[in-house]
């Protein structure tokens, strides 16, 4: 791990990254930047997402000034309409459609209530989507529709995701928890990523986790996981159960369990598109909690934005990434070793 | 035609650029910057426009920060006297002048109410003022002190501005006209510039045409002529005059008829001044409509600058400015060949 | 002197600059940019201030984002705590601290309510901080905590503060006065720097000068010396006494005496930290009188600022510092000689 900032550092491409939520694009084009490249998002008459470049080919305006209609996406120039293959369908007063007319198609799925996109220029692999399965399971309450656009470059945000050692003091009004801060960090390797975790054994149970489970006059364990999938997906895993009980999936699942999902899509070298989910197993249907309980998730994206943005922008001012490691660094380089391997063996042609 | 973008194509110098509004300079000298320099209009006490480099060649203070005098333009910082030839006339608490105390003017006429300045070094020639032969004729309504600042160079404009196809799509809140979507334009060579026009013919008059002239139960012709004059000016004239009948000038002008000119003055390569007169021989004195019509001209114009700007962006980010060319081009592009080529024979000394 | 604008000539370094006001840095860090550096200031437990690279070694965090603690700074992200020497005292969940875990300190010392900063690499001498001997002294009244953000190089700044020309025009509405613009200006050497000064002599005292002392029915003569210390010092000495008195430092105290200080601190190559503080010996424990002189002195350096930054911005787009040469740039450009030989002589390694 190089302590010189790399800002050339390309991005992972064959992959799918969070685009918008579906909610988001209804009767009119989305114009968002993705991987440094301008996007369109519309919904086409039939109720399906297209993903075109932002760009018409005639004069390159954007095809996010335009509108939804019949068949595609209508130029708001010259009344151009393209496809959601890119393909131009029809040019007013014009009946030869040259072949240059065309616009790039991103593949896009929708799912869990995103709309994925697959920037890369390889056939677009759906099993790579990533997995939520908790998402509209009986029994979990889903917040949805969570987005902040944050000033860093998606690394940074990774490893403060990775990162379960700084909450103590960049979130001490919101999760913070000092109790935590000795408790050691243990780091293993998972499908398509990495786990750091750690167990609070034997603590008694908070307000919040008696108010939801009936754990009696026992104590209780807390598993707290930071998990990491390439190439820009963080979700923490917390689970409360009885102290001592298993610690089985199924019996994790029986205590108070919460996922905190954010997928990140690079928008520039320094900017980030912070799309986040939070899923639970109690409260469910509480519409006072899920709304107190978003605003202090968006309180504590914020105050990682504020760092995570300072820190972009004295890396970029200086060419450096960091000048000392400290023990904690080791779940987050990792994570960045993983998708710096995945960068090179792409740009590689593997 | 390249279809790259080249943002280091020089502009026309020896041309007359409107350069404000007569009625924007009087007591107070006006910044503005022209051809990508910094320019100081101003009116001396004589009642004269003065137009200099707006630059002080003391310590480089912009002129703009001083106050009008009588013979000159004094600087605010220092107390320099200039007169509209650019040389200094005093300085305070010195005798002797020094030749190098001088700042660089330029020829300006005031002129269709419009101050008119000429950025190059040959001598100005008065007889290229653009013609504006209705200003101030009689039975003739004259709106005037229009400006808009646009985002775009102004070969976006002018593109924009000879291309009568997009005002079907992107005007289609204000004056798009479906009906004249298929009707062919006609392309021709006229004094100083091109023509591209079309003719709908044998059509019912609209209320307000019917408001505006008796045309009995009859039809109507209706003409639309996109003018582009070098360099940099382009007005649309419209006609509309009893089915059939005569098409000469004196006709056209007994039916309504309507002058629109736009004049654009580069002020960086990315950015345009954008004055426009609007003259009618119609509804001559009706200060409502005159409102209306003001407003309604306005948010058509912003409606360009919206889609010209965003070209722009896009033009800037790729270093191209089209992938495909339509039949709607011809007459922009032969207006930006007459402009390159008055460009290339300048630079080349001609 | 060149007339071209030199953007690359480095700072004097090893010199004090004032680096905030004392009352300024409480119980929270302040980010300050100084000589194109990020500081940060802070006070410790004990009261004592600090100024620290505003960096942390581990991922580049502001340590301006962390708070102030028992014996140094905390960064707000991971915790290190830095003491006032820089040196990392403690890293949570870690106990071996690396000795790369530490940010560059920086000599500060409070005097005059000023936080004063050696940025440079030889060892500070305390002997340098700029001398103000009538603060704190009795029977003098100071305005302090003066402060404005100006856009411009602080050579720019002192040619402005080193000219007495300019006040007739640039400050006519505030401190100008069209009397004095014929009196000669002397300039000569002083401690650490220069004087340019004018006596104008026997003139009627000003109601202010007659509320302040009794001149019963004299004239007086009032002394205007605008200094500059080395290397970024300035400061206006006003004194009225009676016509034809002696001119001893005494005398001069014994009339209505004023020192208008400035302590400019480069920020970067193009903005300027410019402190200021006001001293006089009448209207003492005046407050109606105290806040009235701070709003003129605040609108008077506003505009100096404007036509400063105007002046910058000019410089920067042509790379010139100016094309003709005024007998009034006699003090300003030996003051910009003595900046420029001393920025030389500390590259040289003198």
Avoid at 70 to 88: A, E, N, P, S
Avoid at 191 to 205: M, Q, S, T
Avoid at 256 to 264: A, G, P
Avoid at 268 to 280: A, C, E, N, P, V
Wanted: proline share 6%; aromatic share 10%; hydrophobic share 40%.
């Amino acid at each position: 791990m190089s302590l010189k900032a790399d800002f050339t550092q390309g991005f992972v491409r064959n992959q799918w990254y969070a685009a918008g939520w579906a909610s988001e694009v209804c009767d009119r084009p989305v114009a968002r930047r993705i991987l440094n490249e301008p996007v369109v998002l519309f919904r086409a008459s039939d109720g399906k997402v297209g993903a075109l470049e932002d760009q018409c080919p005639h004069r390159l305006a954007p095809l996010s000034l335009g509108e939804c209609v019949d068949g595609g996406l209508r130029c708001g120039y010259h009344g151009m309409v393209f496809g959601r293959d890119g393909v131009c369908v029809s040019i007013p007063a014009q009946d030869v459609i040259p072949p240059t007319a065309r616009a790039r198609a991103y593949p896009v799925i929708e799912r869990y209530g995103l709309i994925w996109l697959w920037p890369g220029h390889k056939p677009a692999d759906q099993s790579l989507v990533p997995h939520v399965p908790a998402y509209g399971m009986q029994g979990w309450e889903v917040l949805e529709n969570g987005y902040q656009h944050h000033g860093a470059n998606y690394r940074i945000e990774i490893e403060n995701l990775m990162d379960p050692a700084h909450t103590t003091y960049l979130h001490k009004e919101t999760i913070g928890n000092p109790a935590a801060k000795n408790v050691p960090v243990s780091v293993a390797k998972s499908d398509h990523g990495l786990k750091a975790y750690r167990w609070i054994e034997n603590i008694p149970p908070t307000p919040l986790d008696r108010a939801s489970r009936d754990f009696g006059e026992g104590r209780v364990d807390r598993q707290i996981a930071f998990h990491f999938a390439l190439p820009a997906t963080s979700f923490v895993d917390i689970a409360v159960i009885p102290a001592g009980s298993d610690r089985s999936e199924a019996c994790l699942s029986a205590g108070v369990r919460t996922y905190s999902y954010k997928f990140l899509t690079p928008e520039t070298q320094s900017t980030t598109h912070f799309f986040w989910l939070h899923i639970r197993n109690f409260r469910v249907g509480d519409a006072a909690f899920n709304a107190s309980l978003r605003a202090s998730l968006e309180k504590t994206f914020q105050e990682d934005n504020v760092m995570a943005s300072a820190i972009q922008q004295e890396q970029e001012r200086t060419g450096l990434r960091q000048k000392t490691a400290l023990a904690i660094d080791r779940a987050p380089m990792m994570a960045l070793k993983m998708i710096d391997q995945m960068a090179r063996s792409e740009s590689a042609g593997d």
